[in-house]
């Protein structure tokens, strides 16, 4: 765990007392002991370094205190975690701010997808029901199911280290998706979207939109279910004026595999 993400900000005196499933996850799953130390991410983004005060399990609590300075490298050195910690790889927000409209595939896979886009930083996940959707895909987002979206997230940021709240919104139509990304402010063109098609014959190139739009502050990618994304689809996101079909030439490609090979290479070709 690189971070552990603060939801109850119920702070007296820099201590904070956790109990439920944030006590279970820290005792049961990590094992803390009284003395060990914790990157903490709270609501505002900031990072912050506490220490494991009180341990009571028979009360099922917690007692977090923290640190007054969450620059101490020492608090590094005694971290819980190996490998490099969250203060090490934390900065500010990302410049841009990444979408991704992922026409819903199998359950199983958009929690894949959900996972590796809120590693990679995407700030906001918008389930599309496309024309290849299956209907139980979209009942498959109802109940519970939210919960277990919004704890996968949870876990995806502080394995990652992620200082992007990731969202995930309600499923929405295709026109509901178009409406969503309109609805993003923009200003001298510091927004553009791509949709990613399996033909090759798209006359939008990658690089150049990139490197003519050098100011982004918003940057979408819309992705494929199983079946990808039809014809129709594709060309109703162009007509739109919102959305450059790309193609990556490479071999066919899981919509889960899709979906992070296209977050990986917009966000490698603007770094």
């Not at 109802?142 to 997230?153: A, F, M, Y």
Request: some cysteine; proline content about 4%.
């Amino acid at each position: 765990m690189r971070q552990f993400i603060l939801e109850n900000q119920n702070i007296k005196n820099g201590l904070v007392t956790l109990e439920g499933k944030d006590f279970r996850y820290l005792r049961q799953v990590l094992r803390v002991k009284t003395g060990d130390m914790l990157s903490v991410r709270l609501k505002d983004g900031k990072l912050q370094n506490s220490t494991v005060a009180k341990i009571d399990d028979k009360g099922r609590k917690i007692t977090i205190q923290f640190c007054a300075n969450s620059e101490n490298s020492e608090a590094v050195e005694k971290s819980i975690t190996r490998g490099v910690q969250s203060t090490e790889i934390d900065g500010k927000l990302p410049a841009v701010e990444y979408w991704l409209f992922q026409f819903l595939p199998k359950p199983q896979k958009f929690e894949q997808i959900v996972r590796q886009a809120t590693e990679c930083g995407v700030a906001c996940i918008v389930p599309v029901i496309g024309e290849y959707t299956e209907k139980s895909s979209v009942y498959a987002l109802e109940g519970n199911k939210k919960e277990r979206l919004e704890r996968i997230i949870k876990e995806a940021r502080q394995q990652s280290g992620s200082p992007v709240d990731t969202k995930i919104l309600p499923p929405v139509s295709l026109s509901g998706a178009v409406e969503a990304w309109e609805k993003v402010p923009s200003e001298n063109g510091d927004k553009v979207a791509f949709v990613l098609s399996e033909r090759d014959d798209c006359k939008d190139n990658l690089k150049k939109i990139l490197s003519e739009d050098k100011n982004i502050k918003h940057l979408a990618i819309a992705v494929g279910s199983e079946g990808g994304i039809s014809p129709q689809e594709v060309l109703l996101l162009e007509e739109k004026g919102l959305f450059h079909p790309i193609h990556f030439a490479v071999n066919i490609l899981r919509c889960e595999t899709a979906a992070l090979y296209g977050i990986a290479a917009i966000q490698s070709a603007i770094n």
